[in-house]
């Protein structure tokens, strides 16, 4: 997201779209040929009446929502096995370059562990699928989530049919005869 658009303000209308010069995003005037030289960005002063004072940290909303928590502990758990699987390589790696006896017992977990971060990852989306199935995010027909909604819809509905019921007899129109 650009400045300008968190701020609420766009560029003046005999500027171009905004380009990239000197890693800062800027409008360039529609008649300017040669490029800006590149200056460094500076901060803005503070604004007028907040006392002098900036905020240091701004809260922006998120774009996507956090991820269920079981997930999320997959995910650390397979990014925790990748990382040590990667360094598990190097390793094996410079002692095969050095000639060490280590070498070989390193390739041998090396592979071992290859095949445990792939089960991590896999993991991760196995537990996202079934996130997504049991807590009504997927809307297929045989989902669990629809099955749940039906039965908790069909449940309602005897609850309501009850107390119409109840109401009936103790108002007393459920008599059997008017004699």
């Known amino acids: 997201m650009d400045t300008d658009e968190r701020r ?36 803005e002063g503070p604004a007028e009446g907040d006392g002098g004072r900036r905020e240091l940290w701004v809260e922006e909303p998120a ?3 956090r991820m269920p928590d079981p997930v999320r502990t997959a995910a650390v758990r397979a990014v925790i096995i990748m990382s040590l699987t990667i360094i598990q390589a190097v390793v094996a790696f410079l002692c095969t370059l050095a000639g060490s006896w280590l ?9 071992a562990s ?3 971060a792939t089960w991590a990852v896999l ?23 629809r099955r749940m909604r039906r ?29």
């Open 8 to 43: 609420g303000t766009t560029a003046p209308s005999d500027t171009t779209p905004p380009r990239r010069v000197g890693g800062a995003t800027r409008s360039v005037p529609a008649q300017a040929s040669a490029p800006e030289p590149a200056a460094p960005a500076r901060a």
């Open 63 to 65: 774009v996507r929502r």
């Open 103 to 111: 070498a070989f017992p390193m390739v041998l977990s090396g592979v």
């Open 114 to 116: 290859t095949v445990a």
């Open 123 to 145: 993991d991760v989306w196995v537990t996202r699928q079934v996130w997504n199935q049991r807590h009504g995010v997927v809307s297929v027909p045989s989902s669990t989530a």
């Open 151 to 179: 039965e908790r819809r069909a449940a309602r509905r005897a609850a309501r049919a009850r107390g119409r019921r109840e109401e009936r007899i103790r108002r007393g129109g459920g008599r059997l005869s008017r004699a």
